[in-house]
Each structure stands twice: as C-alpha cells, then as structure tokens.
C-alpha cells in the first residue's frame, strides 16, 4: 500500500521568502504525482502533475522535481506572497488511476 | 477551466438517516471518483467508476454505500444509513480519460456533518 509523507506539517514564512515542500512516498512504481493547494473549508485545486518519466515541471512561480528512485517530490515556491497561504497537499498516481494523499504542508507567509 | 460542481456544499443529517451526495462531471470525462476527507485527516479514496460499474473501491465503501450515475450526467454517493463517523468533507473527481499525463479535476466538496 502506498503511504505518502508530507514534511513539514507546518510552515511559516516571511513575504519574499522561497518556499520548500517536501514529499516522500514508499512506492516508487508510480504512475504520476500532483500537488494541490486546498484553502480552509474548499476544494482541492490542481497546481502541477508530474508524469512518472519526468524529473520535473514548472508553473510560473512553482516548480516541483520528482526523483521516483528515492522516492521524493519537492514543490519549489518562488517570492512567497500572503497569497499563498494555504495547504498543499501531494498525491500520488498508481496505474489504477487512484490518488494516495499526503497529510498536506499548511503554509503561512507572513506580510 | 473547465469544472466538477457538488451539491449540496453543506449538509446536516441525522445519524441513521440516508444522504444522496451530488456530482456534475465536466462533460465528456468518462471516468469518476469519490473520496473523502475527514477533519485534520488525509484525503482518502473511496471508489471509481467507469462504464457506468463500479472499477475499485477502498475497505472504506461498505456496504452503506453506493454510487450510480442515474441520468447520464449527475454521478450521486449514497450513504444509507449515516454514521457520526460519516462526518466528512467528500470530493468529486474526474479525469478527462486515464493516462500519467492526466489530471484529476475535484469538485469543491460537500461538507457532511452527522449529529
């Protein structure tokens, strides 16, 4: 079964401060991995998929690597803004098409 | 972009009584999936559905629970007869076909609360 780890739990940051999420998974047979954002009480919004094959993708401010052999992602936000507060959550894709959560990294950027 | 809508977004039901959880997929994804997320826990899966049958379901989808998609367009989760520990927020989902290079479109969820 795959488990998804989510570090840190938490994590506050001054505006203009980079951003590093980490995410580990015990699976590596993966079939893609995305990260969302989830604001308090709402949905879960798509940031970036990364296929099994790629190493990495990029989405204006976000970047996020993934290194399938260690079993890691890495979601990189550039400048943070008070904008970005949020919980980002990590999913991993099996080949049944099912998403394994991670916990999420609850960010606060302080102005 | 395009999206999956839930009603209700919010839904209070006593324990014992049964819910009808609603999803409008964004139009011509063929295949579906509820999950669900309980307060301060990780987003769980709960079943997929292909093909109008059902293609996987977790341990969690017991036998209180059903899903059909009963006109074609609407993609329902029933919940016969609800628990307290039913109190969740539960999420839509829909790829617009299976593939690594696929993402998952989630509604913005139905908060069930069981008193």
């Known amino acids: 079964k795959q488990e998804v780890t989510q570090i840190p739990a938490a994590l506050s940051v001054p505006e203009g401060e980079n951003l590093v999420l980490n995410c580990s998974f015990t699976?590596?047979?993966?079939?893609?991995l995305q990260w969302f954002r989830q604001d308090p009480g709402k949905g879960l919004t798509s940031l970036l998929l990364?296929?099994?094959?790629?190493r990495e993708q990029t989405s204006g401010r976000l970047n996020a690597s993934l290194d399938k052999s260690s079993g890691r992602s890495t979601l990189y936000i550039a400048a943070s803004q008070p904008g970005d507060s949020a919980t980002y959550l990590c999913?991993?894709?099996?080949?049944?098409?099912?998403?394994?959560f991670g916990a999420g990294t609850t960010v606060t950027v302080r102005a | 972009e395009p999206e999956v809508t839930q009603t209700p977004s919010h839904q209070v039901t006593q324990m014992g009584q049964e819910v009808i959880l609603r999803c409008v997929p964004i139009s011509n994804h063929l295949y579906f999936y509820w999950y669900r997320q309980i307060l301060g826990q990780k987003v769980e899966f709960l079943v997929s559905?292909?093909?109008?049958?059902?293609?996987?379901k977790s341990e969690i989808f017991d036998d209180q629970f059903s899903v059909e998609r009963p006109d074609g367009s609407n993609f329902t989760l029933k919940i016969r007869s609800t628990k307290l520990e039913d109190s969740a927020m539960y999420f839509c989902?829909?790829?617009?076909?299976?593939?690594?290079?696929?993402?998952?479109?989630f509604g913005q969820g139905t908060r069930l609360t069981v008193v």
């Open positions: 559905f292909y093909n109008n049958e059902i293609s996987e």
């Open positions: 699976d590596s047979a993966i079939y893609n």
């Open positions: 989902a829909s790829p617009p076909r299976v593939g690594s290079d696929t993402e998952a479109f």
């Open positions: 990364i296929q099994s094959s790629q």
């Open positions: 999913a991993v894709g099996s080949n049944d098409y099912k998403l394994s």
